[in-house]
């Protein structure tokens, strides 16, 4: 008989290490494993902010996946539908064909997109916060405006392009706004000709603080290293419409802006609305303990397993009736160790173990050696939140070359300053190409 086929949707954090902790069963001929993902990499998204500021190069937050899963049949393709009851999940490959994959057991791994929402010229003027590419575009972004504004002589463009706008306080966009802050002040007083201007970085909270994801204290630390970095927070305030560039707020201000970055939190993976599993009230694969989806009765689905910012997991170790394990790369970790256990239990006939995990903390860096961060119940903020925040980086990367360059690279950015070349990923390099030809008479 053939080695059970496990189906694994998603190679993000979750999906990574679940097919990483399995290798060993694989080579022992215990089961099959098939990991669908279109991406070729894992990005390690703690480190965007980084990217963003220049401080970290965009190939060390990039994990390659054939290089790590080499066990497992990496399918590179999308997921199209699941059907749990057949057992069966149709992807679609790269090149636009469709492949069955038929399955013993599934995990929905597939993650969370930016949540977006109603507001009027949001999807038009606006740019998210998840991925290296909008990392990287936002860097270049930052430094292309600066530079735009030396060169106009309208005041209203000089100012539109010198106003950058993030919307959502948390602390991915409190750590983004703060590195992006300090690029573009390193950056601005290089051009002579704007030594009369100033830049207006707005950060757009709509509920009561900042960086709620901290303590009460620490918030409120961050909120004022914030303004000391010119950095102007609107709490208990929302965007209402960006149309054509035109922020306008629900205090009634409004900001033209060039740069509006909406950061204002995630939702699951929409590509679960092609797979029969049951949902929770906000999207997510409804779970038992033991990340088992279950129906709205608590009967598991034979066969059907979720984790990570896809799946709905009551908390245990919370006395709080309906708690759930928050969204992040801690939690999907974790729960990616205990699946591994579990898949094995199951695959032996023993019963599954619950999925039961304390926190250990929180960590934001907000860059120029400046953090705040709570370990396992120890406050910090400044140097040593930064220090720790570096150091738990350097040994949570999946990647040993990338732990060494990415040491490096923070060692070479102590001794200069931080890189502000630009990298047009924006643009198709072949339109270089065929302006060259289009001005030599070439073009078609």
Known sequence: MSAPHILILGAGFAGFTLARELRGDVRANRMRLTVVEPDPYLTYKPLLPEVAGGETRPRETAVPLRRRLKHADLVAGSL??????????????????????????????????????????????????????????????????????????DPAERRRALTFVFVGGGYTGVEAIAELQRLAAAEFVRFPGLAAEEMRWLLVEAAGRIAAELPEQLSTWTLQLLHRRHIHVLLNTEMTSCENGQVTLSNGETHPADTIVWVAGVTPNPVLDHADVPRGPKGHVRCNARLQAVHDSGTPLEGVWALGDDAQVPDLTRKKQHAYYPPNAQNAVRQARVLAENLRRTLDGRPARDYQHTSLGTLASYGGARGAAVIRGVRLRGAPAWAADKLYHAAALPSPGGRVRLVLGWIGNLLTSRDPTPTPLARDPRERFQAAAAAQGHSD
């Open 80 to 153: 199209e539908s699941v059907d749990t009851s057949a057992k069966i999940a149709i992807v679609r490959a790269l090149d636009g064909t469709e492949r069955p994959l038929h399955y013993d057991q599934v995990v929905f791994a597939l993650g969370a997109v930016t949540k977006t929402m109603p507001v009027p010229g949001l999807a038009q003027n606006a740019i998210g916060f998840s991925s290296i590419e909008e990392a990287e575009f936002l860097h270049d972004q930052v430094i292309g405006r600066i530079r735009f504004a030396s060169a106009a002589s």
